[in-house]
Each structure stands twice: as structure tokens, then as C-alpha cells.
């Protein structure tokens, strides 16, 4: 049984001994319970349901791999990532490429068909992977918690309108919009392509967004704030927007997943930034050179790799997310 | 000429229609028709609005509060018309006398001096926020107070009017707390303006019936000691029977019935009335109901809304008249009316 | 003296409840949903189980049936249908009982009916499911005509067999509920606050079709609720339960006439009444953490009659006339069925 974290934020009557957790009290009739009186704790915001195992693994995982991207520039080379810088197609260390040579500590991740070092790669890489996945779920969300509150609270024509607008976008196949798109383009940088990415992301939130104002418009403490004088902007900031910050939270994570996937893609068909390292302009160029069939298995495996645990991290923090944000789903013991 | 006080709230034949869509018929749903009401500042009073569903009291509920518009008719307040009628209704609207529409302060101090309590007691509060927010907005968007200590000393005296302490409540989140904690809670939300009227919409019917006395108590309180009138709109006959001083009872959007509640339970003179009365399960064994009563199947009895009375389906001395217009109000007694032509 | 009053009345015991015990696991501790119940049914008699919010009424019939789902368990105790256990049942034979031996009228029924099926379905479902093998199955039309039958005796018009739950009004669900309940004819029916979302008159309507079925199929009855008025017009046994516990018991006549307890006495005192205007009585409610009962008398806290012995020894049901006990030291000298 997990015990309830105390943090400095505890006042004086949350010294008190038996906590109540959220769930306990609904299962014994909270309509007519009075756990004012005796042994009771008021919840703290930080208590136990934040510290959920897969939320905290998945963001270790996430932010091991954001402080490579800090740290890594400090402590390795990094200009070692562009063409030419190092001997040629070595293996990483301990293992031995076709030529017979053997990796060195100078390259522990080895080096592919340029010169390219994979640690290097590595570290400017994978947070750029990162990046791209953030900004444009980031630029997608707000589209969506915009568009989505408008159209839910206001209704009308303009909640038709919107609609119509998110129907098309998530009907059109989006992979294919952006390789036109970005085929036609010269050079594209990462904040460019994280836009396009975002313009894709917003439909899913903003309707699910919409939903939930829409009902929760209905709510009592919405009438009550009416009641209270609130202005339209504080119901929905004030009132509405705090409920959603569990399912806004999960989304968000979600559109990270979902942009980065797109963009790995995009950069594997070899549409992404050229100018800037990426994982998946990693796996083009590895791609393009027949790394495997060279027994060049780091060049594709290590990019590989990296972005499996980028996507595992994603999905751990989500499910954590998802858990917190429905009780029903925790443990009955926790 | 000394000017006429005006009452604190009137309803002039406020009538309000729904048009239902079923399936591909539109259909009129006379929800509340030709109602009139006066409040008056003083003496406070509680005014008890009874009636089962579909009676009318919440769309009543609604229109005092603003949550909907009348479709004819009028709320005044204070002598000024704060009810809107849309314009595609104005064709259908009356003419209606000459009392000036609202400015807007006029209509921040209606919605100042006329607050609400609601039936549930849970759904009324964020569940994201502890207790204190609910003050805090009151506080905040009424401007009740700059100052934090004199905000705090309010809320804490406006609780302790309920029964409550600050230090007990304050920092707890909704689901903590009991029912009746939480609908006191509301009450002391709603006093803390110091309002003029308190609409009840049903605010104990999802209470344990044996905890009820503590709300309706503050009720009372409020109404003696605070001079607050009570607009408390309930399906219990017997907690409006022994807190209200004047009772309105509603059949399907019009009064059945309608004076002191002592003359209207204790001798009722509308059928409705009658059978509504002797429905109430007596807590003594030895009288029992008597008979069985049938009840018609229920599509029937919304059906014959259009013309003559309501009751007519059920009603055990209908005659033809009853079939062709709707019963006004008469006089039974002194304060005392009915809506039926066999009294 | 030696004097042990026995039963008087010759029917046999439909149901024997013995220290039947419901826990709920917590994090804090067990709440003590139903602590240690005892009580009897007797054949064709119907008994009311009053309490506020929480008093594990609710919990109880579950327990009896054995619907009990973690985080809950039963603790303990024997549950005699007659004359069987059926705690110690496997859970395919209990499936078998219910329904055909003991039906649930759960809270809330009315709303829980399914939207997408015709009323005639689902009461077929109810059939079908928990018909008892071999036999007993009845073919399509004996079937029709049993749910026709059905409605009939809830007073429900034959064109509700083709309407949908959305097309019926609240007291006109809860009658095709009722009609649900009684579909296999059992011996037992535990109603769960069923009147209490509808109207006055509705509400006469519905208690008055469950007295009807009551006469016709001498059916046993546990009727679950807060409402005592309702309870003096539909029962014969009252059973007042406060925080798990039954603290008395008796015919309802004795309950209304000579409340023995001091909770049952402040029930009674609260209801509103219709006759006579006077100054409301105001309680609070549950007052003790359900997961740390105090010892001795589970109502000390809000007990006008509270001494020390109550606080720390928790009180035996007395009898003090025939079929009513109470659970309270005022009644120790009272008690009619006192052993040496």
C-alpha cells in the first residue's frame, strides 16, 4: 500500500492521521458521510495518485534522454556529426564491422558511410526528434483547446463551422498532404515542419475538447458561477478548463507520439530538414546506403533503438496520465 | 401622489411554450401558463411552489432566474422588467403594460438580490476546487469585499449562520463533505450576498429524510432573523406544509390551488389537490390509504393541454364546462383559491 | 427466572440472517459497511430495512445475495434461505437461486433499464437467463403470455410490451421492473429504495402495486428505505439499521407507537407532518468514522441518553415484548427473554 507523501505544502490540519484518498470516500455513500469531524486529512494536490509508477519511468525515460541533449553537448563533440569528421563506417565498441576493424572509445557508438559520428547523431538527434514532436503537438493543442472552447461554449454557427473545418482536416490523409507539401519545398527547417505536423494534430483535441464543454456546460457549478456574476472568459478558464487539464495532459502526450511518428517518417522518406540532424534523416541516409545488407547494423539499429525508448517513455507517462485521470483504473489497493 | 413601493417580485401571466420536435411533429409543450405571482419586501416570506414533474416549477425556477426567457408575460423586479421576450415571440406576445425594461445596474442588483439553491448537492461544485472558491467567486464578482481579513471575517460569520465553521469546511474539496454539509454550505454561498430572495429549487429532496430538519431550519432562520424571503419550490407537500407560509400548487403548468398552507392542506378544495393530500403516506400504520387509485396511462394526460382543464382525465367530478376552459382562480376562502368549477 | 419466549406464530422462517458481516477494504482500514446483522423473515411477510445514507442497508441485500464486489467481501456470517446456507454456495448454484428463489429490485432500477431493447425483451431476457434447466423451460408463446401476464399484474397497459424505456414515465419503468422481479416466481423480492425518485402520487401508484403483488403471489418482501411514512403504509416488520447495526427491530405498529430506541425515536420524531405545524427536529447525521467505529454503542455520539457503560460496552438486542428488540443498556432490565 502506497503511503501518502507529506510535502511542505501540508498546513496544520492535514497533520491529522488517516487520510482519505478520493476513492475510499466514494465507496462508502459520500452523499452522507461527515469526515469533518474525527480523523480525516483534506487531500493535498501533490498526494499519492501523482506518484504513479508508469508516470514517473516514463518521464525518467523522456528526461534522460532531454538531458543527453543539454549535457551531451558539454561532454562529447559535437561537431563530429557532420560529414567527414571520422574515419569511416567503424562499429560501435566491442563489436567488429565486415572490414575487420574494431570500434574505439574515440567512437563508441561507431561511424557510418560519411563520417558521421552515431553519438554525436545521437545527442543532437534525439532531442531534435523531441523537439519537433513537442512543438508541434504544443502548436496543435492550443489550435485545439482554442477552437474546441469557442466552439463548445458558443455553439451556433460558428461550432459548425469549426466542425466542418476539423472534419475535413482528419478525413484528408494527412501523409500524403505533408509529402506534397513538403517535396515542392526546397529546405525545410524543424520549426516549419513541426507547424505543418500541427496543423494535422488539432482536429482530435478540438472535438474532444468541445464535447466536454459542451457538457460540462450544463454543469451546476457552471450555473452557479453564472449565478455569481463570472464573465463567459472566467466559466471557461476558471471553471472548465482546470476539470480538463487531466484529459489536455494525456492528449498532449498523445500528439507528441503521434507528430514525432509523422516526422520520422517524413524524415525517413527523406523530406525532413536537411541542414539539421535528425534520427529519422539518420535512417534515410542509412537506408539510401544499404546499410544492412554492408553489416552496418548500428547505422539503422541505434536510431532505432533511440526512438523506441522515445516512444515507450510517451506511452508510459500516458498511461500514468490516463490512470490518474481515471480512478477506475488504479489499483483497488493503491 | 405618494409613488406606489413597488413589490420585490412579480410574475405577470408568465407563460412559457416549448416546441418539441417528436420525430417529425412539432409539438407545443405548454410548460408554465398565465402565472401570476407578487412578492412583497416585508413581511419575508416562504413561499412554497408544489407540484410533481412536469408541473411547471422548474421551468418557474428557470424564469425567475433568468436561465430562460418567458414566452409571453413578464418578471419584474423592483417595478423594472427583467425578462426578455425574443423576438421571433413578439408576434405571439400580448401587448403588454407600459413598465420600462432593465438598465443594466438595475440588472446586476436582480441577479445580487435574487440567489438560488439547488436540488443537488454535489453537482454544484467543482470537483477541482476546495470549498473556499465557492466564496471566493461570490466574493470576487460582486465586489463584497477588497480586503482579505474582512473577506474572511464575512465568510466565516456567514457560515457560522449555518451552523458551520470556516475551520472546518473551508480547505476540504466537495466529496469530503456530506450532503447536508454541502447544501448548508450553498445556503451560506447564497446568503452571503445578502440577498432579498432565495430561489429553493428542491433543496432537500436529496437528503436523507430524517436530516432535512437542519436545512430547512436554516431556512427558517434566515427568513426570521434575516428578513430573506424564500421562493422554496419542493414535491413534499409535508416540509412545504410545515415551513411555508403560503403555498402554490402546480398541475401541469397551471395552479391547481393556491393560498395559505394551512387552509389549502388541512381543507383542499381542487381534485388534484385532494388525491395529492391523501397520497401522502401517513407515518401511522393504523391509516393506510384508502382504496386503490388508477392512473391513466401517461401520454394521456399530457395530451389535453390546449384547451379546458388540465385535470380533466383524472378528475372524478368533471363535467362538460371543465372540457372547454381552463378554471380560473376562485375564492374559497380569505386567502384561499381554487381553480375549479365545483368548488 | 429462567423464562425464554419462543416464537408464536407457527410459520417457518423464510430467511435467517445470523452476524452477517460486509466489510470494505481501504486504504485507512475496513469501513464496517454491515457489522454482525441478525434478523428473520417468516413466510409471506414483508420487512421494511430503514436507516439513513450509508447505514449498509443497501450493502446488506447484497450481502444476502451475494452481489458483494471488491473492494468489498463478506466477512462472515450464515444467510438461511430456507433452511439452506447460502454463503456457502458456489457461486453457479447461487446463479441458479437468483432470480427464481430471490429477486433484487436494485436502486436506481428504473434508469438501468436498457435503452435499446423493447420492454417485452429485456423482461424476456430475465426469463431466459435464470430459468432453471430441464423441464421448466417455456417455449415462445408460453413465454408471451407470461410477460403479458406480468404487466398485467403491475397494472401496466398490454402495449407496453412493444415500447422502449424511453417512451415510459418514471413510476410505469419501475412497474416493469417490478414485473422483472417477480418474472420466475420466487420467494423472496428485495426492493431497493424503489419509490424514491417519484412523485407523491406515482409513488402511491407503485407501493400499492407492490402490496398487490404481494397478495397475489404471497411473495416475501424486503423493502429498503429512509422514507418511515412509506414504511407504515407497506410493511409489517420494521428493522431499523444505523452504521451497520440493527439497533431494533419489531412489528411496525410498535415501531410507530412505541419507539424503543433512541434513534429509531429520533427517526420518528423527524418526520414532517401533515396535520399539525410545529418546530422541526434538527439531527445531524452520521457522526463517527465508518472505518473507526467507537467502542461500546455504535449511536454514543448521538445519543441524548448516553452513559459511560454505552461507551465502552457495546449493547445485546433485548426483547422487551414479543417481536420487538432493541439494542440499547437502557432496556436491560426490560428484557423479556432473560437467561441466567
Known amino acids: 500500500m502506497t503511503k501518502p507523501t507529506r510535502t511542505s505544502r501540508t498546513r496544520d490540519e492535514d497533520k491529522l492521521d488517516t487520510t482519505t484518498s478520493p476513492e475510499s470516500a466514494q465507496l462508502y455513500d ?34 534522460i534522454i532531454v538531458l543527453i541533449g543539454i549535457f551531451g553537448r558539454f561532454l562529447w563533440d559535437t ?106 519545398v526546397e529546405q525545410i527547417g524543424l520549426f516549419t515542419m513541426a507547424t505543418l505536423l500541427a496543423v494535422f494534430a488539432w482536429p482530435g483535441p478540438a472535438l474532444v475538447i468541445r464535447g466536454q464543454v459542451m457538457s460540462m456546460r450544463e454543469s451546476g457549478y457552471v450555473q452557479m458561477a453564472r449565478l455569481s456574476g463570472a464573465s463567459p472568459l472566467r466559466i471557461m478558464f476558471g471553471e472548465i478548463m482546470p476539470n480538463l487539464l487531466p484529459y489536455l495532459a494525456a492528449s498532449f502526450i498523445g500528439s507528441v507520439s503521434g507528430s514525432i511518428l509523422a516526422a520520422v517518417g517524413l524524415e525517413t522518406l527523406g523530406l525532413g530538414p536537411q541542414r539539421v540532424p535528425t534520427l529519422g534523416g539518420t535512417l534515410y541516409f542509412a537506408l539510401e546506403a544499404a546499410a544492412l545488407l554492408r553489416n552496418m547494423w548500428w547505422w539503422l539499429g541505434i536510431p532505432i533503438f533511440i526512438l523506441s525508448l522515445i516512444f515507450m517513455g510517451l506511452l508510459l507517462i500516458n498511461l500514468g496520465l490516463d490512470e490518474i485521470a481515471n480512478p477506475r483504473l488504479r489499483k483497488a489497493t493503491e | 401622489m405618494p409613488t406606489k413601493i413597488p413589490m420585490l417580485l412579480e410574475l405577470s401571466n408568465a407563460t412559457k411554450i416549448y416546441q418539441q420536435r417528436n420525430g417529425r411533429t412539432k409539438q407545443a409543450v405548454v410548460a408554465l401558463q398565465d402565472f ?68 443594466s445596474k438595475q440588472m446586476r442588483d436582480y441577479r445580487r438580490n435574487v440567489q438560488a439553491i439547488f436540488q443537488d448537492p454535489f453537482g454544484v461544485y467543482n470537483p477541482f476546487y476546495r470549498i473556499q472558491h465557492v466564496f471566493d467567486l461570490v466574493i470576487k464578482n460582486f465586489g463584497l469585499s477588497d480586503n482579505s481579513d474582512q ?164 378528475c372524478p367530478v368533471r363535467i362538460d364546462r371543465c372540457l372547454e376552459n381552463q378554471p380560473d382562480l376562485y375564492d374559497v376562502s380569505d386567502d384561499h383559491q381554487a381553480a375549479c368549477y365545483q368548488i | 427466572m429462567n423464562t425464554k419466549v419462543s ?84 457461486e453457479g448454484k447461487m446463479r441458479q437461486l437468483r432470480w427464481s428463489k430471490l429477486a433484487l429490485i ?42 403479458l401476464e406480468l404487466l398485467r399484474m403491475v397494472g401496466l397497459p398490454e402495449r407496453i410490451y412493444q415500447m422502449y424505456p424511453h417512451e415510459l414515465s418514471g413510476g410505469m419503468k419501475q412497474r416493469v421492473c417490478i414485473a422483472m422481479a417477480i418474472a420466475l416466481n420466487p420467494s423472496l423480492i428485495i426492493a431497493d429504495e424503489s419509490t424514491s425518485a417519484l412523485d407523491v402520487v406515482v409513488q402511491r401508484v407503485v407501493a400499492q402495486t407492490i402490496l398487490r403483488v404481494k397478495q397475489m403471489l404471497g411473495v416475501s418482501m424486503i423493502i429498503i428505505g429512509h422514507d418511515m411514512g412509506l414504511m407504515a403504509q407497506i410493511v409489517d416488520r420494521i428493522a431499523v439499521m444505523y452504521a451497520g447495526k440493527i439497533v431494533e427491530i419489531a412489528a411496525v405498529r410498535d415501531i410507530f407507537n412505541n419507539p424503543s430506541h433512541p434513534y429509531t425515536q429520533l427517526l420518528i420524531e423527524s418526520i414532517p407532518s401533515l396535520k399539525e405545524q410545529k418546530p422541526l427536529k434538527v439531527t445531524e447525521g452520521l457522526t463517527h468514522d465508518p472505518r473507526h467505529p467507537p467502542p461500546g454503542c455504535i449511536f454514543q455520539l448521538r445519543c441524548p441518553i448516553v452513559t459511560d457503560q454505552c461507551r465502552s460496552i457495546a449493547p445485546k438486542a433485548h426483547l422487551i415484548r414479543v417481536e420487538q428488540s432493541v439494542a440499547c443498556h437502557a432496556y436491560e432490565n426490560t428484557d423479556v427473554a432473560r437467561t441466567v
Not at chain 1, 461527515?34 to 508508469?54: A, H, I, Y
Not at chain 1, 569511416?88 to 575487420?100: A, D, I, T, W
Not at chain 2, 430561489?199 to 429532496?205: L, T
Open chain 1, 30 to 63: 459520500p452523499d452522507n458521510q461527515d469526515l469533518s469531524q474525527g480523523r480525516t486529512s483534506s487531500l493535498n494536490r501533490w498526494d499519492t495518485p501523482w506518484f504513479n509508477w508508469k508516470l514517473i519511468s516514463g518521464t525518467a525515460i523522456v528526461g
Open chain 2, 36 to 103: 401570476n405571482l407578487k412578492i412583497a419586501h416585508q413581511p419575508a416570506k416562504i413561499i412554497a411552489i408544489a407540484g410533481e414533474s412536469g408541473s411547471g416549477k422548474t421551468t418557474l425556477a428557470n424564469l425567475i432566474l433568468g436561465f430562460v426567457q418567458p414566452t409571453s408575460g413578464q418578471v419584474i423586479y423592483q417595478g423594472v422588467q427583467v425578462s426578455k421576450i425574443s423576438k421571433k415571440d413578439q408576434g405571439v406576445a400580448e401587448e403588454t403594460e407600459d413598465i420600462s425594461i432593465a438598465n
Open chain 3, 7 to 90: 416464537q408464536p406464530s407457527p410459520t417457518t422462517n423464510l430467511l435467517e440472517v445470523k452476524d452477517l458481516r460486509v466489510y470494505y477494504e481501504t486504504p485507512g482500514g475496513d469501513i464496517l459497511a454491515v457489522d454482525s446483522i441478525d434478523f428473520e423473515l417468516k413466510e409471506g411477510e414483508t420487512l421494511g430495512l430503514v436507516g439513513e445514507s450509508g447505514c449498509g442497508k443497501s450493502t446488506a441485500a447484497m450481502g444476502i445475495l451475494q452481489l458483494v464486489q471488491p473492494p468489498g467481501r463478506i466477512v462472515s456470517g450464515e444467510v438461511r434461505l430456507q433452511g439452506k446456507d447460502l454463503l456457502t454456495l458456489s
Open chain 1, 79 to 184: 561537431e563530429l556529426v557532420y560529414v567527414g569528421k571520422c574515419p569511416l563506417n567503424l562499429p560501435p565498441v566491442g563489436f567488429e564491422n565486415s572490414r575487420g576493424q574494431t570500434g574505439t572509445w574515440s567512437h563508441p557508438f561507431g561511424t557510418e558511410n560519411s563520417g558521421r559520428d552515431m553519438l554525436a547523431l545521437t545527442i543532437i538527434g534525439a532531442p531534435n526528434s523531441l523537439l519537433v514532436g513537442f512543438a508541434a503537438a504544443t502548436i496543435g493543442i492550443g489550435i485545439g483547446i482554442l477552437l474546441g472552447f469557442i466552439s463548445g461554449f458558443i455553439g451556433g454557427l460558428t461550432d459548425d463551422l469549426i466542425r466542418l473545418l476539423a472534419g475535413i482536416t482528419i478525413t484528408v490523409p494527412s501523409l500524403l498532404v505533408l509529402i506534397i507539401i513538403q517535396s515542392l
Open chain 3, 106 to 147: 436494485p436502486q436506481g432500477a428504473m434508469n438501468s433499464l436498457n435503452p435499446t431493447m423493447r420492454i417485452y425483451r429485456q423482461i424476456q431476457d430475465v426469463i431466459l437467463t435464470h430459468q432453471t434447466t430441464g423441464s421448466d423451460k417455456l417455449s415462445a408463446d408460453q413465454i408471451k403470455n407470461r410477460i
Open chain 2, 151 to 314: 473577506a474572511r471575517q464575512l465568510v466565516e460569520s456567514t457560515l457560522n449562520a449555518v451552523g458551520l465553521r470556516g475551520h472546518d469546511v473551508l480547505r476540504k474539496y466537495p466529496h469530503q463533505l456530506s450532503g447536508g454539509q454541502r447544501q448548508r454550505i450553498m445556503m451560506a454561498r447564497a446568503y452571503l450576498v445578502r440577498p432579498k430572495l432565495i430561489v429553493a429549487d428542491e433543496p432537500v429532496s436529496m437528503i436523507d429524510a430524517s436530516l432535512r430538519a437542519s436545512i430547512l431550519d436554516v431556512m427558517l432562520r434566515l427568513k426570521e432573523e434575516a428578513g430573506i424571503s424564500f421562493l422554496y419550490i419542493t414535491h413534499d407537500l409535508s416540509t412545504a406544509y410545515q415551513i411555508g407560509d403560503q403555498i402554490y400548487i402546480l398541475y401541469q403548468g397551471s395552479v391547481a390551488e393556491k393560498g395559505k398552507v394551512t387552509k389549502v392542506i388541512e381543507r383542499p378544495h381542487h381534485p388534484y389537490v385532494k388525491l395529492l393530500v391523501d397520497s401522502v403516506p401517513l407515518p401511522d400504520p393504523a391509516i393506510r390509504w384508502k382504496g386503490e387509485i388508477d392512473l391513466p396511462a401517461e401520454e394521456e394526460m399530457r395530451g389535453s393541454a390546449t384547451s379546458g382543464c388540465r385535470f380533466y382525465p383524472r
